[in-house]
């Protein structure tokens, strides 16, 4: 016991010497800036404050490795090529040890990313997926729904944005990214439902398709025979699951999706203008 | 530097629109000029259009020239002659046939006079109107003569806009108003100077219609500039060779390492794509991709050609100036090709021993089309070596990785690479850590590792390095110890690799070279060490680009025995080369089925885009593969790259019989990336391999077997898909238990980082090569009491399907990644499903007193009749089965079998089992 004591004495003068002068150092930031247009090291270097320490970015890859103080939980990047400068402050979890931030994104302006992101199996949504974008990040609602704020990007050169890879990560799921548009509107870019799979989801892959629907209404539409035709011939039939669903994968063309439940019947007409294009075609029948 | 007039600047900025146009010539620059008429104006415009060009070309590829640089593979300014199109309203304006007559001849230049703000140096004049004086000879007779003859106006373009890599290298316009004319700039080096002159003038030579493809427009040019400027007494002053090659070498000619680069990435439709011309870049510029390799790459082809048949640029030529109308198409330039070589080889004409179009098709720079998705190139190149330090096999090795959309932009990506390295035996070893990790930012990485000596004491061996990114891998195969160590620093002059050979049975390999040079010679007996080799040949007529033989021979007691030879065209100077056996120009085979089909290709395509494999039209090719990243099908167009080891979808709509050719090497094993998540994989090479043959490695860690990645790095069964005999959109995922080379496989990938799958041949000749070092701990451990056991069902059309129920002790209920299986795409078909919460292929619970799996069959035919049977797998159990729909038990005990009508399109069962 006494040797404890001693030891915990030890620690704490240890702790108490000097005074004054800059904080401990007892914790490396390291991570790598990006300029937005580039997606390459920022040119000239960036400079990044952490704790009450500088450092700049490396001028090839824009990788830095910076002493920070214990529980710092944010680093300051700043950027000017004589202009305006251009400044980010990017958070993180109460330094130790090495605190690696990864890729973070700077860039001449900014937006917000908003999305939905729901389960592939059940179309329900995921409430606390981390979604992470350029060195941003944010939590989902219990509807799904993020907003990812300060997000880089140049208004000059918003093509660029469309190289960045996002992620969207929960406990429990398959880890997923995604690429954001690169439009953005009154300062938001719109990147729609993002799914992502249970890691025990026993249903990952559906086929391939590219004309999807429902045979509406439901119940009878659940077990009916969807017949797609190329003008007076049927090219594909399926069952329509229990939900309505059914799905083709067909090249160009204009064709007839017919469906019969019973003595119910009901059709729609679909154009295939590319074999990339997703098409959603509900019939009803009747 | 030309000054703008302030209103006009931004007009003219803003008018200047740079289009690669797909549609026509692709090299072009077109300017846009708009309803501008008079000549000042629209030759402000075009200055301020090709200076942009410039200074965004310079600052794509800026990273990568640095990396020359540094490395003293640059040696000269980065220079980019260029052809440059007025157009009006979109429309190319008509070249002034009535000072540039047509119907051939010589060109002439004019040169304003001084004061005109345009006049040359008095000097400088003199040396571009002697290089046109003493070039004409050797471009007339590489080239061939002028499409259409006459004067050509020569004005001084400054194109010093304060950027050290950002140099016009001078560009050439057919239609400008006063007649063709080239604007050149003024060089501080006159061997440059004179060089890129050179290259301009080839651009007035060509017809006003060139070819449509840039790598013919522009690997012609390329390839006739290095020929004339190395034909002595072609330039003026008489330049020694190395002030030659300081410009060949850097900007020209990529002969010494073409076999490391012949990669399929390379392949385009435009060498800079759309959208990198028109991105802004910051002032320190970025990687910008592979355009700069590509234009090396483009012009050492033709360099190749000429290299064996020196007349063969201007017959080609002369044939297509005759009717460019008839040769816009791939097919038709190489007829036109094969023609040419008959003419100048007096009969069956052919290089590197094959026909013309045998060759363009193994050569992925003449790849012209645009193939949508992830590319991964890899560009080697040895570095010198220290002396007295023990540098052994240092080389650079950089990766460019970007995605092509179906328009042929490409975004370049960022993110981390594992390269993986092999021993000559296929057994991973680790570099430093710097080396075992490539960071990619703006499409680039590279690494530069030292391979030791020790490996093999102090000889030579072969290093092939993978660089797996984002689910595509690229492969370059190096041999460390070859071209310099710190023992023997002078550089070896030819070095190589042997790929897809077997070891030695007794004795070793070696290699001559005979070269046709000088009336010819040979070097005898290159040793061969661990599939590597390099030796410096001395005699000076091995030197120039030339034809050369290169024999490899097995000595197994009784003497040198010819194994395998290949005629190789080199460049001047050194060769690095890849001996491939002769089995690894490979076909392939095959029929799709009026089906959907999931399905790979054997070998790696020559030729990539689906189309051209499976021979079915744009509109109706349906060519799937799913991507993990973004949890959905990539469809065709938007991905279309068959590779080698990558699975896809595919549905013809009639039956299609298809031949591919490519390159697979044998006893060579191949890696192939997967992404996090489900991955469509195939077996890269045409072998039926056993799961013992397969193993996998995850970014810096050893390799480990299949039996042990199960459950660890990847999911516990991988599927394949069976069509369905009565609905050709449906069938049925069914455990793999073989990969069938032609065939697709589903495997899941579990860690975040993914994983690479090796496929190693049956036919390999070594003992633990690609296997791993140590076998680690069983993942699975069977106790006493775990059983599993198969529940197969079998319709009325003696299609098959089952799932697999089990208990054991060393798991949990809810799904154990480590044993459980979930089922792969539902695809519609027959199929059985174990239902937790969701469907299992594979549900294995912990023992307990009691337990009921809950089983669905479905695909079924209404009322038809189906069995369903109980056999073992591991241990014995009896169980109940309950029929929910008919309500009726049957007990099953080993072996035992169940009849049912099915109920509807699915059927519902009970498996009720006791404990212990």
Known sequence: MNRWWLLFLGLVLLGCGGGGGPAPVVAVLVGRVLWIESNAAPDPVASVTSGGNSTTTDVVDGSFQLDTALGATNATISWSDGGAPVVFTFTFPPASGVVDIGDVYIGPDTVTVHGTVIDSSSGLPVEGALVKLAGRSAITAANGEFNVLDVAYSNAAPAAFGDLIGEVSMVLYVTRQFSPPVNAVAGVVEVGTLQITPESAGDPPPLPANITGRILPLPAGAGALVELLDGPTVIRSTIADGAGEYRFWVGVGTYTVRATSGLLTGSESVTVTSQNVQQVVDVQIS | MLR????????????????????????????????????????????????????????????????????????????????????????????????????????????????????????????????????????????????????????????????????????????????????????????????????????????????????????????????????????????????????????????????????????????????????????????????????????????????????????????????????????????????????????????????????????????????????????????????????????????????????????????????????????????????????????????????????????????????????????????????????????????????????????????????????????????????????????????PAQAITVRLFEDTGGGPVEVHSRRVNKGLGMLAINLSHPDSDATWNDTLQPRLEMRGVPLQPYRTRPTGVFGIAEGDLLFAH??????????????????????????????????????????????????????????????????????????????????????????????????????????????????????????????????????????????????????????RVHGDNMWESKLLIENSRSKTTYAVVGQSRHTFRGFDPRIDSELPPTVGGLQVAVMTERAMFKDVNVLGDTETFRVLVKGLVPGERCVLKWSPLVGRKSVTLYDVETRRTKRLSEDGSFVFNAAGSTHRFEVRVGGR
């Open chain 2, 4 to 543: 703008l007039d302030r209103t006009l600047r931004p007009l003219l900025v803003a008018a200047a629109v740079l289009v690669l146009s797909p549609l026509t010539l692709a090299t072009e620059l077109r300017v846009e000029v708009g309803g501008l008429r008079s000549m000042s104006p629209i030759r402000d415009l075009t200055d301020e259009a090709v200076r942009r060009f410039a200074r965004q070309t310079a600052l794509l590829g800026r990273r990568q020239l640095e990396a020359w640089s540094l490395t003293g593979r640059l040696k000269t300014e980065h220079t980019l002659p260029l052809r440059v199109v007025l157009t009006q309203n979109g429309v190319p304006i008509r070249p002034p046939f009535t000072v540039f007559a047509a119907g051939g001849g010589d060109i002439s230049l004019v040169f304003h006079t001084s004061p005109h703000p345009r006049a040359f140096p008095a000097v400088y004049q003199t040396l571009l109107q002697d290089t046109l004086t003493l070039a004409r000879p050797a471009m007339n007779a590489v080239f061939g003569s002028p499409a259409v003859g006459g004067n050509v106006t020569v004005s001084n373009y400054d194109a010093d806009i304060q950027d050290r890599y950002a140099v016009a290298g001078g560009y050439f316009i057919p239609n400008a108003l006063g007649g063709p004319e080239i604007r050149f700039p003024v060089y501080n080096s006159t061997v440059a100077a004179s060089i890129n002159f050179v290259h301009c003038l080839l651009l007035a030579y060509q017809n006003p219609e060139p070819y449509v493809f840039e790598a013919f427009n522009e690997g012609l040019v390329r390839a006739a500039t290095m020929r004339v400027a190395r034909t002595p007494g072609s330039l003026p002053s008489a330049p020694t060779q190395s002030e030659i090659e300081a410009t060949l070498d850097s900007l020209y000619d990529a002969s010494a390492f073409y076999d490391w680069s012949n990669q399929s990435a390379l392949g385009c439709e435009t060498f800079i794509a759309p959208n990198l011309l028109n991105t802004q870049l910051p002032p320190g510029g970025s990687t910008g991709g592979i355009y700069l390799l590509r234009y090396l790459m483009a012009g050492t082809a033709f360099a190749k050609v000429i290299a064996e048949h020196p007349a063969f640029i201007a017959v080609f030529n002369g044939l297509y100036y005759a009717d460019p109308g008839a040769f816009t198409t791939m097919p038709a330039l190489v007829v036109l090709g094969q023609t040419a070589l008959d003419t100048v080889a007096g009969g069956t004409g052919t290089i590197e021993g094959m026909s013309f179009a045998d060759w363009v098709e193994r050569q992925y720079i003449l790849d012209t089309e645009t193939t949508a998705g992830l590319k991964v190139m890899l560009n080697a190149f040895p570095i010198d070596a220290t002396g007295g330090t023990s540098d052994f096999g240092v080389f650079g090795i950089e990766a460019n990785v970007f995605r092509t959309d179906l328009d042929g932009n490409e975004s370049l990506l960022v993110g981390t690479a594992y390269p993986i390295y092999w021993r000559p035996d296929f057994s991973r070893f680790f570099m430093t850590a710097q080396d075992d990790r490539m960071s990619i930012t703006g499409a680039y990485g590279s690494v530069a590792p030292n391979f030791p000596a020790a490996t093999f004491g102090n000889q030579v061996y072969r290093v092939a390095v993978d660089v797996p990114f984002g689910g595509m891998n690229s492969r370059v195969v190096l041999p460390a110890g070859a071209y310099s160590t710190g023992s023997s620093p002078l550089p070896k002059n030819f070095i190589g690799t042997l790929t897809g050979f077997a070891p030695p049975s007794s004795g070793e390999y070696s290699v001559t070279v005979e070269w046709t040079f000088g009336g010819g010679g040979s070097q005898a007996t290159i040793p061969v060490r661990n599939f590597a080799f390099g030796f410096n040949i001395t005699n000076a007529n091995f030197v």
């Open chain 2, 626 to 779: 799913w991507n993990p990243t973004t949890v959905s099908y990539d469809l065709f167009p938007d991905i279309s790259q068959t590779m080698a080891g990558v699975g896809f979808f595919v549905r013809p709509s009639v039956a299609t019989p298809y031949s591919v050719n490519g390159y697979a090497p044998p006893r060579t094993p191949v890696s192939v990336s997967l992404l996090p998540g489900w991955n469509m994989v195939s077996v890269p090479f045409n072998d039926t391999l056993a799961t013992s043959n397969v193993s996998f490695t995850v970014a810096t860690e050893a390799v480990t077997t299949y039996a042990q990645s199960l459950g660890a790095t990847i999911g516990t069964t991988v599927f394949e898909f069976q069509p369905d005999g009565l609905n050709p959109d449906e069938g049925t995922m069914f455990p793999a238990t073989t990969f069938v080379p032609g065939m697709a496989y589903y495997v899941r990938a579990l860690r975040p980082d993914g994983a690479v799958m090796i496929f190693t041949p049956t036919v390999f000749s070594f003992v633990g090569g690609s296997q791993p070092l140590s076998p680690g701990t069983p993942l």
